[in-house]
């Protein structure tokens, strides 16, 4: 396995608990947590680590990204969750959170709690793939071609509908072709049927994602015995959304109550 990059912040004085590990999605890396959330928690004394997947970012592996699995993005995750000295507060965006709830099934023990961002269901996204497909086909399309390297223009408008051309432009030369068989098996079920979250969960959506829909991030509260939080007029990149903070301050609420728990 190549070497991974993660990126680490650290608060000015000692830092709160827990730590905060966060997993991007597909076709992103650690930067997309760079620009605001990371500063943002750092800002309210958090330490955090951010890392990008083989392949992704700065991480080792792009030549072989095709080849790569969601149980390989796990394994990288995991390499990371075991160098914490504590157990971490695990925030997972999209495909980020179909890795993160892998890992509340396979290694509880290693997590103090849970932030499924916009995430793939556990069932898979097939039907929002379907829904993508029949909706925004021209988008669709354009996805499928960036992802086969047969175009550099990303659809942005999947991600962040609203930007100007110049914040289109600059978003999409970030963005990367992702993992054929890592996409593949988002369609598909990733934890048992009857699976119960063993951490504090939090389950956030938006109302303008054009890729997991606010029904399937409240099915996604439902399977794990809790409540969605949908946010009005945010794309599906709710982390460098305009209104990222509303976000970032509703994960900081549920850390802040976490902590509490902890001390108990």
């Given at each position: 396995?190549?070497?991974?990059?993660?990126?680490?912040?650290?608060?000015?004085?000692?830092?709160?608990?827990?730590p905060?590990l966060?997993v991007?999605?597909?076709?992103?890396?650690?930067?997309?947590?760079?620009?605001?959330?990371l500063?943002?928690?750092?800002?309210?004394?958090?330490?955090?680590?951010?890392?990008?997947?083989?392949?992704?970012g700065q991480?080792?592996?792009?030549?072989?990204?095709?080849?790569?699995?969601?149980?390989?993005?796990?394994a990288?995750?995991?390499?990371?969750?075991?160098?914490?000295?504590?157990?971490?507060?695990?925030?997972?965006?999209?495909?980020?959170g179909a890795?993160?709830?892998?890992l509340?099934?396979?290694h509880?023990?290693?997590?103090?709690?849970?932030?499924?961002?916009?995430?793939?269901?556990?069932?898979?996204?097939?039907?929002?793939?379907?829904?993508?497909?029949?909706?925004?086909?021209?988008?669709?399309?354009q996805?499928?071609?960036?992802n086969?390297?047969?175009?550099?223009?990303?659809?942005?408008?999947?991600?962040?509908?609203?930007?100007?051309?110049?914040?289109?432009?600059?978003?999409?030369?970030?963005m990367?072709?992702?993992?054929a068989k890592?996409?593949?098996d988002?369609?598909k079920?990733?934890?048992?049927k009857?699976?119960?979250?063993?951490?504090?969960?939090?389950?956030?959506?938006?109302?303008?994602?054009?890729?997991?829909?606010?029904?399937?991030?409240?099915?996604?509260?439902?399977?794990?015995?809790?409540k969605a939080?949908?946010?009005?007029?945010?794309?599906?990149?709710?982390?460098?959304?305009?209104?990222?903070?509303?976000?970032?301050?509703?994960?900081?609420?549920?850390?802040l109550r976490d902590?509490?728990?902890?001390?108990?």
């Amino acid at each position: 396995m190549g070497e991974l990059e993660v990126i680490r912040t650290n608060p000015a004085g000692t830092p709160k608990t827990p730590p905060l590990l966060f997993v991007h999605g597909a076709n992103h890396a650690a930067w997309c947590w760079k620009e605001y959330f990371l500063p943002f928690f750092q800002s309210h004394g958090f330490q955090s680590y951010a890392l990008s997947f083989r392949g992704h970012g700065q991480s080792e592996g792009y030549e072989n990204r095709h080849t790569f699995t969601l149980d390989d993005y796990v394994a990288d995750v995991y390499r990371v969750l075991v160098t914490l000295e504590q157990k971490p507060l695990i925030i997972g965006h999209s495909m980020g959170g179909a890795v993160v709830q892998k890992l509340m099934n396979q290694h509880p023990h290693r997590i103090e709690a849970a932030v499924l961002l916009a995430s793939v269901p556990p069932e898979g996204m097939l039907k929002d793939f379907l829904r993508l497909l029949l909706r925004h086909t021209k988008k669709f399309r354009q996805l499928f071609l960036f992802n086969q390297g047969k175009t550099t223009v990303f659809p942005v408008d999947l991600l962040l509908p609203g930007l100007t051309a110049e914040e289109k432009q600059a978003l999409s030369e970030k963005m990367q072709p992702e993992s054929a068989k890592a996409s593949r098996d988002c369609l598909k079920r990733m934890v048992p049927k009857k699976t119960v979250a063993q951490v504090p969960l939090l389950v956030l959506g938006s109302d303008g994602d054009l890729m997991i829909s606010p029904k399937t991030t409240h099915s996604v509260a439902r399977f794990y015995r809790t409540k969605a939080v949908i946010f009005p007029r945010m794309g599906h990149d709710m982390m460098l959304d305009p209104n990222w903070r509303e976000v970032a301050e509703h994960i900081l609420a549920f850390s802040l109550r976490d902590k509490e728990r902890m001390e108990r």
